[in-house]
């Protein structure tokens, strides 16, 4: 539609405009004229003393500097570190430890439990971009410590974490992991499946009952082994290398106790024959190998009852063994683990802190080792992309 812009006088219109009547000095259109709008016309700028307008410029020189105010967040972190650390309450004196292998503070954090039993997490400080590692074993209460680090790991993905991983010393619920008989779960797969759909990018365990769990996850899954925190200790012990015999305790952790017995001197192994009936519930049937006159050291990746290790060290007596040692990374110790273990059957029972221990728990025979160092410098080993199969506490090469 063309526009029309008319510089003539409001007459003018009238009278080029058929159908247009004056009335009170005002015009009315009787119909519109089709194709034709009407505007006022704009006068142009003039020139004032022969120079043309402009838009007047202030001095800047005459103003004020004016100072913003800086406000700054007191939570702000001080330093330049992406790497934090977050304890549960599971084991907060193991993750202590490891935030002092790393010369770090433990990040601050709310953890509390509602009347009902809910529990609620906040984050006290920011972790905009970190690299987050949650120290979280899920010992019993199983339940509980894997719901919090369910929530722990939520409320770090929704604070804007850049990688979490989630470091479980003790992989609760790892002995679920096939289908032995008919209608049964595989809780195994389900606790990975949680702990990936909350958000976890990593996931960082120690000494998992059976390797194949690892495959359970979708996301990547470092793997380390407690035995050579327990090898260190034993190498500094004086026993003779050629009066040693490593001794697996179930058919199952043979190749466990065959890479132990390698590192060990290449000292000869055994293995108890076991049948089990039910669960926890277990029957030495025979034994293979040579014990007699021989320091036998059973390894196990966890002692639960006591059961099975109580009754194969009860074999290794009746075949001669001079004295027996039990070695274990998880010490679960569920009743009546306590009353086997300080029966006189074992000459001495060392265990790691991947589960706290409680006072009531303990007996002469048994000693707590630390692997707050194995998982310190495997923590600063993925912060930093580097490998994790390190010395002294690489793979054990377990087939």
């Known amino acids: 539609?063309?526009?029309?812009?008319?510089?003539?006088?409001?007459?003018?219109?009238?009278?080029?405009?058929p159908g247009a009547a004056r009335n009170g000095g005002l015009l009315r259109r009787s119909r519109p004229v089709p194709g034709v709008v009407r505007c006022k016309k704009i006068d142009s700028?003039?020139?004032?003393?022969?120079?043309?307008?402009?838009?007047?410029?202030?001095?800047?020189?005459?103003?004020?500097?004016?100072?913003?105010?800086v406000f700054r967040d007191p939570n702000m972190r001080n330093d330049n570190t992406r790497l934090r650390i977050f304890s549960g309450t599971a084991n907060p004196s193991l993750s202590q430890e490891i935030a002092s292998y790393l010369g770090l503070?433990?990040?601050?954090?709310?953890?509390?439990?509602?009347a009902d039993g809910e529990i609620y997490v906040q984050l006290q400080e920011s972790v905009r971009g970190c690299d987050v590692f949650l120290v979280q074993p899920s010992c019993p209460p199983a339940n509980e410590n894997l719901m919090e680090l369910l929530i722990m790991i939520d409320a770090c993905r929704r604070a804007s974490a850049k990688n979490i991983t989630a470091v479980i010393p003790y992989f609760g619920y790892a002995r679920a992991d096939r289908k032995s008989q008919g209608r049964e779960s595989i809780a195994a797969k389900l606790v990975a499946n949680m702990i990936t759909e909350a958000g976890a990018n990593r996931v960082l365990v120690c000494d998992l009952h059976s390797s194949q769990a690892m495959g359970y996850f979708d996301i990547p899954v470092d793997h380390?082994?407690?035995?050579?925190v327990i090898l260190d200790y034993l190498a500094s012990k004086t026993?003779?290398?050629?009066?040693?015999?490593?001794?697996?305790?179930?058919?199952?952790?043979?190749?466990?106790a065959r890479a132990f017995a390698k590192k060990l001197s290449d000292a000869p192994l055994a293995i108890v024959d076991k049948r089990r009936q039910g669960h926890n519930v277990a029957e030495v049937m025979n034994l293979i190998g040579d014990v007699r006159g021989k320091v036998a050291v059973m390894m196990d990746d966890m002692i639960d009852t006591a059961g099975t290790i109580a009754k194969g060290a009860e074999l290794l007596h009746q075949e001669g063994a001079r004295e027996v040692y039990a070695c274990c990374t998880h010490a679960v110790f569920s009743p009546p683990a306590i009353e086997r273990l300080s029966s006189g059957l074992f000459q001495e029972v060392i265990i790691t802190n991947t589960i706290p221990l409680k006072e009531e728990k303990t007996f002469p025979q048994l000693t707590i080792l630390s692997v707050a160092n194995l998982l310190g410098e495997t923590i600063w080993r993925v912060h930093d992309d580097c490998s994790v199969g390190h010395e002294p506490y690489s793979s054990l090469d377990i087939d």
Do not use: H, W
Request: charged fraction near 15%; aromatic fraction near 2%.
């Open 105 to 114: 503070e433990l990040g601050k954090i709310n953890i509390k439990r509602f």
């Open 45 to 69: 700028l003039r020139a004032i003393n022969g120079a043309l307008p402009c838009i007047p410029v202030s001095d800047r020189s005459l103003l004020t500097p004016v100072t913003l105010p």
């Open 224 to 228: 380390v082994y407690g035995q050579p």
């Open 1 to 17: 539609m063309p526009l029309c812009c008319s510089p003539t006088s409001a007459a003018a219109a009238a009278a080029a405009s």
């Open 239 to 256: 026993i003779c290398s050629n009066d040693l015999v490593v001794v697996s305790p179930d058919v199952g952790g043979v190749a466990r």
